[in-house]
């Protein structure tokens, strides 16, 4: 489904990623663990198309197309969903309209029909259930005055609505209480845990992992990945460290 | 605020003009005037989308309120005009939203006068510009000797699609008496760059997200005037023809 080659990126010409190679199918959920500045969440924005991102050399293939020669929102018609480690407040636009219009944009673009606002709600109200958001949250203001629980719960709701094919979640798990970390966790499983679908989440800590099982876990070190392997690498690193593992 | 001569860019009011238009237009007819008594209340929606000078004098009795609702966005000058005198009590409200792109220059030039105590005026004005385009607003707000006790408020902002485009923003306040509240913010800036991407990463096309926010920024101006849906589609229409 994904397939990075040899990537190399800058941020304000300062090279972060340097030869990246990473290879998702459909079905698998990677973890991506590493040490602060390592560079995974220029990662996560370099896949994401976010400007200012430069990429150097190399590729990057989603379901065959050239992704990084996408803009953003037709990467995410595309089926890619970027979980944001700092979700952004935008004052006066409502998260329904918003994700009314961003999932319809969506299905115009693969030739389908508009969702109306009553089938919209009625997706929305299940999404937010799953997560255990309150519904006039999702009338609100997008991320204004929200926790940095709730941010992250309404990044999960987002991903709920939207369907997508391949989630890129970058630090879900930080900010979120014990509580909010099981049914944060419970909702990937239910949304994208499926033959057809693809989960890269990046985290620093194994608690996450231990709400949704990752099959491939790798440690990510100086722009490169240093060391790959099953869930069992993670509880490696969060017993001896990075610096052990990955020098 | 009403002149007989045609004005110059000396004139402070007319310092941002399309002088060539304003000649052109020359001489302009006499402003409308409305005269809203005592107690009474009025309202009115503005949309100016065909280059008009309009100039409107409003004089509010004891006690009595006016809302007006401006929409400027039309022609290659577009200038709305209000002079507005205020006796003891009364209220005043305008929103007003100034969208223009191309070449366009579009004003909104307001005199407030507060004449006598306890009255209140707030302005509430929104402009968005692309291209080249040119908007302004200069509101004066006088307070008299005698008119203790007001209270009045001018919040203007501004947002820039182009770096091309030009925003002029000036409050002015001219008061003769000592227990008042007159307070004024103003701000000029461009779409957050982060927000926008947020929005893009969603699946919105730039124009789309541009569009959306802008919709936010300027969505608030028309709250409870007449024609509000009418207002507010209006804006969007335009707002869809910059971004």
């Not at chain 1, 995974?40 to 896949?47: A, E, G, N, P």
Request: net charge negative; glycine share 10%.
């Amino acid at each position: 489904m994904l397939k990075i080659e040899n990537l190399h990126a800058t941020v304000a010409d300062k090279p972060i990623l340097k030869g990246l190679s990473l290879s998702i199918n459909a079905g698998e959920i990677h973890a991506i663990m590493g040490p602060n500045g390592a560079g995974k969440s220029t990662l996560s924005y370099v896949l994401g198309g976010r400007p200012g991102y430069e990429v150097t050399e190399g590729s990057v293939y989603f379901d065959g197309q050239d992704l990084l020669d996408m803009e953003p929102h037709e990467r995410a018609a595309a089926g890619l969903f970027l979980g944001f480690q700092y979700p952004v407040e935008i004052p006066g636009v409502s998260n329904v309209q918003f994700l009314r219009e961003s999932l319809n944009a969506q299905r115009k673009s693969r030739g389908l029909e508009p969702l109306s606002g009553g089938d919209f709600l009625k997706l929305a109200r299940e999404k937010a259930g799953l997560l255990k958001m309150d519904m006039d949250m999702l009338k609100r203001p997008v991320n204004v005055g929200f926790s940095g629980g709730e941010k992250k719960r309404n990044e999960m709701v987002q991903m709920g609505i939207i369907d997508p094919k391949l989630a890129i979640l970058d630090e879900t798990d930080s900010g979120l209480d014990i509580d909010a970390l099981r049914t944060v966790g419970d909702g990937i499983n239910a949304i994208m845990r499926r033959p057809d679908k693809a989960v890269l989440l990046i985290t620093h800590y194994q608690r996450l992992l231990d709400y949704v099982q990752p099959d491939f876990v790798h440690v990510l070190a100086a722009g490169r990945i240093v060391k790959s392997g099953g869930p069992e690498l993670a509880r490696e690193l969060e017993e001896h460290g990075y610096a052990e593992i990955a020098a | 605020m009403t002149i007989s001569a045609l004005p110059s860019r000396r004139d402070e009011a007319w310092r941002y003009s399309d002088i060539d238009a304003v000649t052109a237009a020359w001489p302009l007819p006499a402003p409308e005037s409305i005269i809203v008594p005592a107690g009474g209340d009025f309202k009115r929606a503005i949309v100016q989308d065909a280059g008009d000078i309009r100039q409107i004098e409003l004089v509010l009795g004891k006690g009595a309120a006016a809302s007006l609702h401006v929409l400027n966005i039309g022609g290659a000058y577009g200038r709305i005009e209000l002079n507005v005198i205020l006796h003891e009590g009364a209220d005043f409200h305008l929103g007003a939203a100034q969208i223009g792109g191309g070449e366009q220059n579009l004003e909104i030039v307001t005199t407030v006068t507060h004449a006598e105590p306890g009255a209140t005026s707030r302005q509430v004005v929104r402009s968005v510009l692309g291209g080249t385009a040119t908007g302004t607003y200069l509101g004066k707000v006088a307070v008299a000797r005698d008119a203790q006790q007001t209270d009045s408020e001018q919040d203007v902002k501004a947002m820039l699609l182009d770096r091309s485009a030009t925003a002029n923003a000036k409050p002015e306040l001219e008061i003769f008496a000592d227990d008042v509240k007159c307070a004024h913010g103003c701000a000029i800036g461009e779409l957050d760059a982060m927000a926008l991407y947020y929005l893009q990463s969603r699946g919105l096309p730039p124009g789309e997200a541009k569009k959306l926010m802008l919709q936010a920024f300027v969505a608030g101006v028309f709250d409870g005037a007449e024609d509000e849906e009418k207002l507010q589609a209006l804006a969007l229409a335009k707002l869809g023809e910059l971004v």
